[in-house]
């Protein structure tokens, strides 16, 4: 049975991706001035209204773990049961938000394994929830387990398997730009950008191949090079970047969801540093991508 604390958890990863989803200009990302899917192709009303479709699964995995007590298989593959029935409502509410539901789906249920945990903690549980196979999901590869596999990219698994480097790198920059007075819409926005510029973007590599993705990670990191999105010089590339991507039809998607994970651990009150060295057992998400991909 879902308890308040469940729909609490609950409640607070569909804000995170709420608050993602609202955060302006997001460079090839759905934002509101894509109110009619003008340039990324993905109506920004829609996915606002189909954000909020993924309460109820949330709240059955936030139950599920709290009922399991540990990062067991058996909690992996319940898991993967309500995640497939949660996409399949999310798809009648509008579609989208996959990557989120996976990231903020394994993250809730750790938060709920241990309540007040910090981020540390709180991915860590989570990577031992996504090292377990989920030996009932459907065999057919999915595009995003075909680029990786091709590139030999982490994607999303390898993330979550990694312990979520990216959430806690994005909630250091959060956690650093708020200290040095930056507003909230830019530090999150340098958030975004630190996953930007190392994140193995599936999606990317998918459209842009790896070429394309070593040029969008680089320019992301000139973004922040040239003081971050509170300067002038930081704005202007920001700008530069956005029209980049759109004029290619671009699109980081990967990236978002994994602001919205750690904008879900900001909101559950971790605000300290995060250290963001690899899990033990853990392979290391590698500082420079492109070392890694096949041309």
Do not use: C
């Not at 994005?170 to 200290?179: D, K, M, Q």
């Not at 007075?181 to 340098?190: F, H, I, M, V, Y």
């Not at 853990?282 to 070392?291: F, G, M, S, V």
Request: zero cysteines.
């Amino acid at each position: 049975m879902n308890g308040p604390e469940d729909e609490a958890l609950a409640r607070a990863a569909v804000d995170a991706l709420v608050g993602q989803l609202a955060l302006a200009p997001k460079p090839g990302l759905p934002d509101p001035r894509d109110l009619t899917a003008r340039a990324t192709r993905r109506d920004h009303h829609a996915l606002r209204w189909s954000a909020r479709a993924l309460l109820p699964g949330l709240t059955a995995m936030a139950a599920a773990a709290r009922r399991t007590g540990e990062p067991s298989a058996r909690l992996r593959a319940e898991l993967g049961a309500i995640g497939r029935s949660t996409e399949h409502t999310v798809g009648l509410a509008g579609g989208g938000h996959r990557g989120a539901l996976w990231t903020l789906g394994l993250l809730v249920a750790a938060a709920a394994l241990r309540p007040g945990a910090g981020p540390a903690e709180t991915t860590t549980l989570a990577q031992h929830i996504a090292a377990h196979p989920d030996r009932r999901a459907p065999r057919r590869p999915s595009r995003g387990s075909t680029v990786s596999a091709r590139y030999g990219a982490a994607g999303a698994r390898g993330e979550a398997r990694a312990g979520f480097p990216h959430v806690r790198r994005a909630l250091n920059t959060l956690t650093a730009a708020r200290a040095q007075g930056t507003a909230e819409p830019q530090a999150r926005l340098d958030a975004l950008l630190t996953v930007m510029s190392t994140l193995q973007d599936t999606e990317l590599l998918y459209t842009a191949g790896p070429m394309g993705l070593r040029e969008v990670q680089a320019r992301a990191r000139g973004v922040l090079e040239a003081g971050g999105t509170a300067t002038g010089p930081g704005a202007l590339a920001l700008r530069a970047l956005d029209t980049y991507l759109v004029s290619r039809a671009w699109s980081p998607r990967g990236s978002a969801p994994l602001l919205a994970g750690a904008l879900f651990l900001d909101g559950s009150g971790a605000g300290d540093s995060v250290d963001v060295r690899p899990r033990r057992g853990a392979q290391p998400a590698p500082t420079h991508p492109q070392t890694q991909l096949s041309p």
